[in-house]
């Protein structure tokens, strides 16, 4: 009992609700820090989709993406299974994932002895002494596509086309000869299978032929039983592919052909889709189990379950996570559909910009729940969604920001369990990692370069200025650092956080070497991603490995132990140099050198990685490196046109929310919706590229949380485009669920609940005047100490929940 009453005291502080003792309704809320009865959160459209990339609606469960299209006479789903992956050691036995075919003896000696003693290195010199030709490096595969093929109407009324993200729930609905058909498609995590119900609102009215397809020649499909199922292998490799479509139909006649599963007079027919491979991230050989088996049971135990069964659990488990947060920032949905919304976006005062930008915000957390579960590989460069058998950038893990940037909105914005596929990748990464850091820098721990794919590509290929990347494993473990900063997890960072960060370590601890210049240990070669010469100490290297070493002493700290290796690492880092030196015209340079120009508006701004991600620059703690900050990014930002990609804007709107000007990361984020946003809301480089979601649903939790310097600072970069509004549910580190309301710019009310307990410092204006805070639980006042002129202290306990408003 004492736990359920807590459990709703959480959620009535947090929805800045005051009700009557808990009732049974209210006892039994998941989460705490929504309000309840919500508005829908939708997508929707009042035609079919006729372009893939930049109209369909995507669904997913993690492993299962579709994209739905929505015609008329012929509906259309193409779907993807995060495993099928082209390439690797099937593809060619001599794949070495990138690790040098044959010996270089001298090469990466020869490689620093000219740059430090000659300077600066145009890329090509360094990819001819350092690169090779990509071998079997393969491409993440589309996998199939499902058909309702029926009769195209003479006239058809009230078309609408939804994606509900809300419940994660597509929906076509349309009216033809009288008729109102329904489509409703979801992917299921629970079940593991794609669902789709096609029904009528007059009995008998349901006909049509499901086909299944596949892009790859060695794939044939069969029908028999109502199930259609489509196996064969990857010409490439020979991986092993399967997919399974189960046709139920309620009423009516349904018959099997070599043309595909035909229903005729039903009152509605129910489809089950399931789809797996023979992959298995098991270096080196990546080899599992056939499909068959596993898909079928998959398609099996769905499809005992009725319709809305499968519906039940599948919201049950999607809005557990989805429905934490919420953000009211004054929008009003306006009746129009999604594609002109965003056409008549200008993000300025009316409450239908401020719909869109929230439902922007929205869609972030509804794309990495669909693209990231446990289970299967990470999110890539396009979530789970894919149509081409060659995919731009092979629709791969890019490590010099692009999968980071995937999970930088997974820990603020309340969706950590999303992290698992990626923690697991990283480990999976670790024992090519391991060869690549012993075959070409002679050193132990674990390193992987620019990109990588399912085979563990960890080594280089010869693209100049985006082979080497060194930093990637150091930057990648910052994930697992924070996941144990936002929700204090002992065990986690034990047993799967620190092991990783030490073998990044160990690798730089070999490979740091003395600048001659100044004797401070620097990474040598160094280039900062995609841009400018190969130097020694780029800023970028060494603020990851700064990052990287002060991580790993502070999980060191909270764990004991290890004492040698720690103090190895201590003196290291006492000796890096930072990477952060103020330039000729007032920047943070990028280079070790003075080499930055002022007219230059590159989309990579890496010399800024010490503001974000990482957390050596704040205008809290280092004032004149944070105005440098600002005078490079200002300078890198350009103008406001459609030239920077969306990662790239996305990644400024983060910057300048850390630089805490509010304004200037709204003005980012709004020309991400004008210039790199599809009519169906997908980010685009161009081409569709999802990074540039998850990073503007991130910049907009940096604007209204911030927790990386140890202070839990509300409303840190608020803009002007919202003087009003509310939000609930977000994370800050130390085990934080947060929320505040605000009022023509100012804090009305802020809401904390601590999961472990313990203290923690706030920071709002709301301190600067006359306050209180109090137990939510009790109503009696909490004590705290004033820390700043806008900073308090207090202690907080285990399942506290606490209450700060202007008295």
């Keep these: 009992m004492v736990k359920i009453r807590r459990q709703w005291l959480v959620c009535a502080l947090l929805a800045g609700m005051v009700v009557p003792p808990a009732t049974p309704a209210l006892a039994g809320t998941p989460v705490c820090g929504t309000p309840p009865g919500r508005d829908r959160q939708v997508l929707w459209y009042n035609q079919p989709a006729t372009d893939w990339e930049g109209q369909t609606l995507p669904i997913g469960n993690g492993a299962l993406g579709a994209t739905v299209f929505g015609g008329v006479g012929q509906e259309h789903l193409q779907f993807n299974e995060k495993t099928l992956w082209s390439g690797g050691p099937g593809a060619d036995p001599a794949y070495t994932g990138g690790n040098w075919e044959s010996p270089r003896p001298g090469a990466l000696a020869e490689a620093r002895k000219t740059i430090l003693e000659k300077g600066p290195q145009q890329p090509e010199a360094m990819a001819a002494l350092l690169g090779q030709p990509k071998r079997a490096y393969g491409s993440y595969q589309p996998f199939g596509d499902v058909y309702l093929d029926g009769v195209e109407p003479a006239e058809v009324k009230d078309y609408r086309r939804e994606l509900d993200i809300s419940r994660a729930v597509s929906r076509v609905s349309y009216v033809a000869d009288g008729v109102r ?358 800023a970028m290297s060494q603020q990851v490995i700064w990052d990287l070493f002060t991580n790993l002493l502070d999980a060191g700290e909270v764990l004991g132990g290890d004492q040698a290796f720690r103090a190895g690492v201590a003196a290291a880092r006492a000796k890096l140099d930072p990477g952060l030196r103020i330039g000729s015209w007032g920047q943070l340079q990028e280079w070790k050198e003075d080499l930055d120009d002022p007219a230059d508006t590159h989309r990579h701004v890496s010399q800024l990685y010490g503001l974000h991600p990482g957390r050596q620059i704040s205008p809290l703690t280092t004032p004149d490196l944070a105005a440098a900050a600002a005078k490079s990014l200002a300078a890198r930002e350009g103008g406001p046109d459609a030239s920077a990609p969306g990662w790239s804007r996305a990644w400024k709107a983060n910057f300048w929310a850390r630089l805490q000007k509010g304004d200037s990361a709204f003005a980012a984020l709004r020309d991400q919706l004008r210039f790199q946003t599809l009519p169906n809301l997908w980010d685009t480089h161009p081409p569709f590229q999802i990074d540039g979601n998850f990073g503007a649903t991130a910049a907009v939790a940096e604007m209204l949380v911030q927790s990386q310097t140890g202070t839990v600072h509300l409303l840190p970069a608020l803009p002007a485009a919202w003087p009003s509004g509310r939000v609930d549910g977000l994370r800050a580190r130390g085990a934080f669920t947060v929320g505040a309301t605000w009022r023509a710019g100012q804090a009305a009310e802020l809401r904390l609940c601590a999961d472990k307990g313990g203290e923690v410092t706030v920071k709002n204006s709301l301190f600067t005047s006359s306050f209180r805070v109090v137990d939510a639980r009790t109503g009696t006042a909490v004590r705290w100490t004033r820390t700043g002129a806008d900073t308090i202290r207090l202690v907080t306990r285990p399942g506290g929940a606490y209450l700060m408003t202007a008295a």
């Design 181 to 538: 058909y329904t489509r409703e498609a979801f992917a299921s995590y629970p079940d593991g299978a794609i669902v789709v119900r096609v029904s009528a609102d007059r009995r008998g009215a349901v006909s049509f032929t499901t086909r299944l397809t596949s892009p790859h020649q060695r794939a044939v499909v069969s029908a028999a039983g109502g199930r259609l199922t489509l196996a064969g292998k990857l010409a490439d490799n020979g991986m092993a592919l399967e997919a399974q479509v189960l046709v139920r139909n309620q009423g009516g006649v349904r018959t099997e052909s070599a043309a595909g599963v035909k229903v005729a007079g039903a009152d509605s027919v129910t489809l089950v889709l399931a789809a797996g491979t023979d992959y298995a991230h098991h270096y080196p050989d990546y080899q599992g189990e056939a499909p068959h088996q596993r898909v079928g049971a998959t398609v099996d135990s769905a499809a005992r379950r009725s319709f809305d069964d499968l519906l039940a659990r599948h919201e049950r488990d999607y809005r557990a996570l989805y429905d934490r947060v919420a953000l009211d920032i004054g929008q009003q949905m306006p009746q129009v559909p999604t594609d002109k919304l965003l056409a008549a976006y200008t993000g300025g005062q009316g409450a239908g910009d401020r719909a869109l930008e929230a439902l922007f915000f929205n869609y972030g957390r509804y794309l990495l729940v669909s693209s990231s579960r446990p289970g299967s590989l990470p999110a890539n460069l396009q979530g789970v969604w894919n149509q081409y058998p060659s995919a731009p950038w092979s629709a791969d893990y890019h490590v010099n920001i692009n999968l980071q940037m995937n999970y930088w909105p997974a820990e603020v914005t309340n969706l950590g369990e999303t992290t698992p596929p990626l923690f697991d990748f990283i480990d999976r990464l670790r024992p090519r990692g391991r060869e690549t850091a012993k075959s070409m820098f002679g050193a132990g721990g674990f390193v992987l370069h620019n990109e990588t794919n399912a085979f563990d590509f960890t080594g280089v290929h010869d693209w100049p200025t985006a082979f080497w990347f060194p930093e990637s494993a150091a930057w990648l473990t910052r994930h697992l650092w924070e996941h144990y900063e936002f929700t204090q997890d002992r065990k986690f960072l034990r047993e799967k956080a620190y092991p990783i960060l030490r073998d990044a370590a160990r690798f730089w601890l070999d490979t740091l070497v003395a600048d001659p210049r100044d004797g401070k240990l620097v990474a040598v070669p160094s280039y900062s991603p995609e841009h400018g010469p190969y130097t020694a100490g780029a």
